[in-house]
C-alpha cells in the first residue's frame, strides 16, 4: 500500500512563502515518483507545472497563473516548457527580491544566533539563511553554524575528547549538536518530573 502524500498548500504569491512553497512542490513531485505512485502527470514536464498551477488560487499567484493560460490561448503553446523553466520564473516572482544580500548581512550579525531556542529551530533557520545566501563552503558554513550556536553546545562540541566533527564537515557539527540539546532537553524534563513527584510522607513509629 503506498503512503499519502500530503499535498503543497495554496499560494496567494507572498514571496515570503515562495521558497517553502517551491520547496514542498518539488519534494511532493519527487516522492510521488520515487515511490512509483500512478501519477502519470509527473512523467510529463507540462503536465507537473499544470498541477502546481492548481495551487495557485488567489492574490499575486493567481493573476500570474491566468497570465500564463492566457499566453498559451494567444500562441497556441505553453509559455513555460520544462520543470527547470518553472522554478526560474517562479524565483523571479515570488521569491523576496533581496533574499541572498538580506541572508548574507544577517549571517554577519548575531540576529541569527540560536539564543532560547532548540537546535532544531535554530538548524532549520540556518540552512535557509546559507541556502539564500548562496553559502556552499563547508568550512564556512561550520564557522557560521559554530558561532550562532548557544555557547555550552559549542564548547561541549569543540572539547569533546574523541569523534569531535571536522571543521570541514557541517553536517557532522549538526547531528552534534542535536545530539547534545536532545539529551539537554530530555535531562531538563526527567528533572521537571522529578521535582513535582509527590514527596513520600514520613514514616511513624509506633510505641
Given at each position: 500500500?503506498?503512503?499519502?502524500?500530503?499535498?503543497?498548500?495554496d499560494f496567494g504569491g507572498e514571496c515570503h512563502n515562495g521558497r517553502a512553497f517551491l520547496n514542498s512542490c518539488s519534494l511532493y513531485i519527487r516522492l510521488a515518483l520515487?515511490?512509483?505512485?500512478?501519477?502519470?502527470?509527473f512523467h510529463d514536464?507540462?503536465?507537473?507545472?499544470?498541477?502546481?498551477?492548481?495551487?495557485?488560487?488567489?492574490?499575486?499567484?493567481?493573476?500570474?497563473?491566468?497570465?500564463?493560460?492566457?499566453?498559451?490561448?494567444?500562441?497556441?503553446?505553453?509559455?513555460?516548457q520544462?520543470?527547470?523553466?518553472?522554478?526560474?520564473?517562479f524565483r523571479v516572482h515570488f521569491f523576496p527580491a533581496n533574499a541572498e544580500a538580506d541572508a548574507i548581512n544577517a549571517l554577519e550579525g548575531t540576529?541569527?544566533?540560536?539564543?532560547?531556542?532548540?537546535?532544531?529551530?535554530?538548524?532549520?533557520?540556518?540552512?535557509?539563511?546559507?541556502?539564500?545566501?548562496?553559502?556552499t563552503d563547508p568550512r564556512t558554513l561550520v564557522v557560521k553554524f559554530q558561532r550562532g550556536l548557544r555557547?555550552?553546545?559549542?564548547?561541549?562540541?569543540?572539547?569533546?575528547?574523541?569523534?569531535?566533527?571536522?571543521?570541514?564537515?557541517?553536517?557532522?557539527?549538526y547531528r552534534a549538536a542535536r545530539r547534545i540539546d536532545q539529551t539537554r532537553l530530555a535531562n531538563e524534563a526527567f528533572q521537571s518530573v522529578s521535582r513535582s513527584a509527590?514527596?513520600?510522607p514520613p514514616k511513624t513509629v509506633s510505641t
Amino acid at each position: 500500500m503506498c503512503p499519502k502524500l500530503s499535498c503543497p498548500p495554496d499560494f496567494g504569491g507572498e514571496c515570503h512563502n515562495g521558497r517553502a512553497f517551491l520547496n514542498s512542490c518539488s519534494l511532493y513531485i519527487r516522492l510521488a515518483l520515487y515511490i512509483r505512485l500512478v501519477l502519470e502527470q509527473f512523467h510529463d514536464k507540462e503536465e507537473r507545472i499544470l498541477w502546481a498551477l492548481t495551487f495557485f488560487k488567489s492574490g499575486r499567484a493567481a493573476k500570474w497563473s491566468e497570465n500564463v493560460f492566457c499566453q498559451k490561448v494567444d500562441t497556441g503553446v505553453f509559455p513555460i516548457q520544462t520543470w527547470r523553466d518553472f522554478e526560474q520564473q517562479f524565483r523571479v516572482h515570488f521569491f523576496p527580491a533581496n533574499a541572498e544580500a538580506d541572508a548574507i548581512n544577517a549571517l554577519e550579525g548575531t540576529s541569527y544566533h540560536q539564543g532560547g531556542r532548540t537546535v532544531d529551530d535554530y538548524l532549520d533557520n540556518f540552512q535557509a539563511l546559507v541556502s539564500n545566501a548562496g553559502y556552499t563552503d563547508p568550512r564556512t558554513l561550520v564557522v557560521k553554524f559554530q558561532r550562532g550556536l548557544r555557547l555550552g553546545i559549542q564548547n561541549q562540541i569543540a572539547t569533546m575528547p574523541y569523534g569531535r566533527p571536522a571543521d570541514t564537515d557541517p553536517d557532522a557539527w549538526y547531528r552534534a549538536a542535536r545530539r547534545i540539546d536532545q539529551t539537554r532537553l530530555a535531562n531538563e524534563a526527567f528533572q521537571s518530573v522529578s521535582r513535582s513527584a509527590p514527596s513520600a510522607p514520613p514514616k511513624t513509629v509506633s510505641t
